[in-house]
């Protein structure tokens, strides 16, 4: 008999080491394991995203109140946006608060909380009890937030008009309530913006400020003209941020007055209609989903820098 005759069937090729059954067995729980951290997540947000937003689409184009079952629905087209841009007294100065609120959360508090971290990155005497102190408003509800500026906005014990020595009902004159309630909204939104930034300022290489320094700029020019477009990721999530919020603002004004009497908002709006005592749903989905389609432009914007930028690198 030859050596070949000899030779085992299965020998393993030179090189290579054997693999073990237990080897096998760990690569296909492997893959199952891979297998269910792909399907669960992607389960997830199909039935709670996906679902209920393509569902609002449609809802959007039919008439329901709700009640009975789906045979009751009724099929209305385009009728719920053509009576949202014309016949429906809230919507337009809805949109004009939303942006209204955008601009003012843009201008004021983000300004605010970027002069807060670069004052705070200097390392300052108490520098953590003052970023304790103003991220505390973050971790807080809007509506809890609501409460607590009442406060200070009350007609008739509030702070403001004991010190001031008047009777303004600061939250109920639709002529200053929305204003009341935007600084109230800037009060928790300056604490966040605040982290973000100073987050970015202690990943910012030293060595840029120190070749700044050698050049003659000074600490504004540093900032403006070197720290500030270092911190672009930064600065594209902050801009985000602030659309989202002011597109979603909801809890503080509902807390309020519901929505009304001054303090008109889309996300309000779609309240008042799903779940109010109109119940709507048909013509809520379709202010739903201006919202989403309003929001939806500036997150495309954002993730189309996003993937310019990791093209480019």
């Known amino acids: 008999m030859t050596d070949i005759d000899t030779a085992p069937q299965d020998a393993p090729t030179e090189g290579k080491a054997p693999r073990s059954r237990g080897e096998r067995k760990l690569a296909g729980r492997d893959r199952w394991t891979v297998i269910a951290m792909v399907t669960l997540p992607t389960v997830l947000v199909v039935g709670l995203v996906w679902v209920p937003a393509l569902g609002s689409v449609l809802l959007s184009f039919t008439k329901w109140n709700g009640f009975g079952g789906l045979d009751t629905i009724e099929w209305v087209g385009l009728q719920n946006y053509e009576d949202i841009a014309t016949i429906y007294p809230p919507f337009?100065?809805?949109?004009?608060?939303?942006?209204?609120?955008?601009?003012?959360?843009?201008?004021?508090?983000?300004?605010?909380?970027?002069?807060?971290?670069?004052?705070?990155?200097?390392?300052?005497?108490?520098?953590?009890?003052?970023?304790?102190?103003?991220?505390?408003?973050?971790?807080?509800?809007?509506?809890?937030?609501?409460?607590?500026?009442?406060?200070?906005?009350?007609?008739?014990?509030?702070?403001?008009?004991?010190?001031?020595?008047?009777?303004?009902?600061?939250?109920?004159?639709?002529?200053?309530?929305?204003?009341?309630?935007?600084?109230?909204?800037?009060?928790?939104?300056?604490?966040?913006?605040?982290?973000?930034y100073l987050a970015g300022l202690k990943g910012v290489d030293a060595s840029l400020r120190e070749a700044a320094a050698v050049d003659g700029a000074s600490e504004v020019k540093t900032f403006f003209h070197v720290i500030f477009p270092v911190m672009r990721p930064i600065n594209m999530i902050v801009i985000v941020i602030v659309v989202i919020e002011s597109l979603r603002a909801f809890d503080l004004v509902w807390v309020i007055n519901k929505g009304r009497n001054g303090l008109e908002i889309i996300a309000a709006l779609v309240s008042q209609n799903v779940i109010?005592?109109?119940?709507?749903?048909?013509?809520?989905?379709?202010?739903?989903?201006?919202?989403?389609?309003?929001?939806?432009?500036?997150?495309?914007?954002?993730?189309?820098?996003?993937?310019?930028?990791?093209?480019?690198?």
Do not use: C
Not at 97 to 107: P, Q, R, S, T
């Open 276 to 313: 109010g005592e109109a119940t709507r749903y048909g013509f809520g989905s379709a202010l739903a989903v201006i919202m989403m389609l309003i929001s939806s432009i500036f997150i495309t914007l954002y993730l189309r820098v996003v993937f310019r930028e990791e093209r480019n690198r």
């Open 92 to 196: 337009w100065p809805a949109i004009q608060h939303n942006l209204i609120w955008l601009v003012f959360l843009f201008v004021f508090p983000t300004m605010l909380g970027v002069l807060l971290a670069v004052v705070l990155d200097r390392e300052m005497k108490g520098s953590r009890f003052y970023q304790t102190a103003f991220y505390m408003p973050v971790v807080l509800s809007l509506a809890l937030i609501g409460f607590i500026w009442q406060l200070f906005y009350s007609r008739d014990q509030g702070l403001i008009n004991q010190v001031l020595g008047t009777t303004v009902d600061w939250y109920g004159d639709p002529d200053i309530n929305l204003w009341a309630v935007l600084v109230a909204t800037a009060w928790r939104h300056t604490g966040y913006i605040m982290l973000l």
